[in-house]
């Protein structure tokens, strides 16, 4: 019988000591590596075992770690570091992590040339392997793409769609979700811009922003823009991109 497969997650590296005051778990001082619970729940319910990957310096141990999963989850959080795709800072960039995105950037250049292994990214994670291929980033949406859609939406819950996406037919994603229009939550100010050397486009929000893209040529990779996790306890469809990594996964186990 096979076990079932290892899915990594990024976890959310954070300086930032006011974390452990918060939760009283630490000291002053201290450095904390997070990742929000639906994940975990998600990739459980999809049959997968979910293993965070935590930060290090060391880019030999972060090989190890794609060695060791069976498939790998890009998470979201913080702003990519602008100078990652050639840029200055625009006045409106967030919060910035350069260790979280030096080590996952590492790790998406490293899991792209390991093939056959199955790997999502989900709101920054499409932004940052977007970047490890070349690619570029609106930094701030209302500043830089003119649209009446809010893509920053808070007072939706989790849960629940607060705009559309039309799915490419044909794509990877139409056959995962079963459709061609999808309802999606929204908590993200920055988006695709230029797409990346071997990825493709395989969703937009009415307003024509990029929500969804594919490998060009590799079946086993997937990147959205919205929070599925958040919304799978609740949403068939958004469990299912879930269940498409875990059973990818699995059948790479087994060879």
């Known amino acids: 019988m096979h076990k079932r497969p290892l899915i990594g997650i990024t976890g959310h590296y954070t300086p930032d000591d006011r974390l452990g005051s918060m939760l009283h778990i630490g000291v ?7 990742i929000n619970h639906d994940f ?20 030999a141990l972060r090989k190890t770690y794609l060695d060791l999963v069976d498939g790998l989850i890009f998470t ?23 260790e979280r995105d030096l080590q996952e950037l590492d790790l998406a250049r490293l899991a792209y040339d390991q093939e056959g292994l199955p790997i999502l990214g989900i709101c920054r994670g499409i932004q940052v392997f977007n970047i490890s291929r070349g690619g570029s980033l609106f930094q701030n949406i209302p500043s830089q793409y003119e649209s009446e859609i809010a893509h920053s939406n808070e007072s939706i ?22 459709g061609r229009e999808l309802w999606v939550n929204s ?6 811009k230029k797409v990346g050397k071997g990825l493709k486009v395989v969703a937009r929000s009415r307003d024509g922003l990029v929500e969804a893209l594919e490998g060009e040529e590799r079946q086993d990779l997937l990147f959205v823009q919205w929070h599925p996790e958040m919304m799978a306890e609740k949403d068939d469809a958004q469990q299912a991109i879930l269940n498409w990594l875990v059973t990818r996964a699995g059948e790479r186990k087994k060879k």
């Open 28 to 34: 002053s001082g201290q450095s904390y590596d997070v």
């Open 40 to 59: 975990i729940s998600a990739v459980e319910r999809a049959g997968g075992i979910p293993f965070i990957i935590p930060y290090t310096g060391n880019s």
């Open 76 to 98: 979201g959080g913080t702003d990519p570091m602008p100078s990652l795709y050639g840029e200055d800072s625009r006045k409106e960039l967030g919060t910035t992590v350069p």
């Open 157 to 178: 819950p989790k849960f629940y769609g607060s705009h559309q996406v039309c799915v490419e037919e044909g794509s990877i994603l139409e056959g995962i979700v079963g």
């Open 187 to 192: 908590f993200h100010h920055q988006a695709v």
